[in-house]
């Protein structure tokens, strides 16, 4: 190999200064944030701050609208199943939630309902209708974690399919990591979840430091700090449990599958799936969903 050849393969492997070789395989884990991937220029998407908690509202339920805009685009909506949650940043005790039986191609930033912990609506699309399911579920997640800010779940195909075994995620690439030792298997499917027992069930099951739920026999939940990073993670989650399907049904006595080893699935994880990170890989779908159609921004749809 010549010299020129040599400079360039060495370039290629090279690692980050900020990444400073340690471990067995010459990597030490640092520090968190979309810093590790954005390099040159910075983070292109970085998280607003606000002093106006108002104005933090009326952007984060512009986002929020946005999600639902990108779900549709995927094909997640289900008759009138899925929920997406957000906590209220003026008055944290509460969350907005979608209207029950609007299609998720079609919500806006005004057709969100904002209520209380215990389910009575005190603002927003005051006309609109709660799916009890939704606010069993995710008044219990806001309740049992304060980093919870925002909550996904749909009926989506791939999620419904994947949950029906039972199984929490294998750590087969690199997207699978982003969910290593933060995804969990509610077993105990009670029916629809409309009492607030089986929503106290679920927020526990999701525990203190999970990000992703498998909920057998009945589909996907994801949680963020961000409804950016509660979205992104579901949909990579459906795409995982996809790949996961696929996998396991190629698998044979000449192909067979090769696993992410704990210490490499950890260093991924933490490298990448951090909320900054998450938020940071969301906006790409975002402003696809901005560019194509930005009817989601307005205040209302009904």
């Known amino acids: 190999m010549s010299t020129t050849a040599t400079q360039t393969a060495a370039s290629v492997n090279e690692v980050p ?16 944030g979309a810093s ?19 104005k933090k509202r009326e952007w984060i339920l512009e986002h929020m609208a946005g999600a639902f805009r990108v779900f549709g685009r995927k094909g997640y909506a289900e008759g009138t199943a899925g929920h997406i949650s957000v906590r209220d940043p003026v008055d944290p005790t509460t969350f907005w939630i979608n209207p029950l039986g609007v299609h998720f191609s079609m919500v806006t930033a005004g057709d969100m309902i904002h209520i209380d912990e215990d389910g009575n609506i005190i603002g927003g699309n005051t006309k609109g209708t709660i799916n009890a399911a939704g606010f069993a579920i995710h008044s219990a997640l806001h309740k049992a974690r304060p980093n919870i800010n925002a909550a996904c779940h749909t009926h989506s195909e791939y999620g419904r399919a994947f949950s029906c075994f039972g199984k929490e995620l294998e750590m087969l690439n690199q997207d699978s990591c982003y969910f290593y030792k933060s995804n969990a298997v509610y077993a105990d499917f009670g029916g629809t979840a409309v009492e607030k027992e089986e929503g106290e069930r679920i927020a526990k099951c999701v525990g203190d430091t999970g990000r992703a739920l498998i909920m057998q026999n009945h589909g996907l939940l994801t949680v963020g700090e961000t409804v950016d990073e509660a979205a992104y993670l579901f949909t990579l989650l459906e795409r995982t449990c996809k790949l996961q399907m696929l996998v396991n049904a190629a698998e044979n006595g000449k192909y067979v599958k090769n696993f992410i080893g704990d210490s490499e699935a950890a260093y991924t994880n933490f490298i990448s799936a951090d909320p900054e ?26």
Do not use: C, W
Request: charged share 25%; aromatic share 14%.
């Open 17 to 32: 200064e900020k990444v400073v070789p340690a471990s067995s395989r010459g990597y030490a884990m640092q520090q968190r």
């Open 36 to 54: 590790n991937m954005a390099m040159g220029n910075g983070n292109p998407h970085k998280i607003p701050e606000f002093d106006d908690p108002y």
């Open 277 to 302: 990170s998450m938020y940071m890989a969301f906006q790409p779908d975002y402003n696809l969903e901005k560019y194509r159609d930005n009817s989601f921004l307005s205040k209302s749809s009904l």
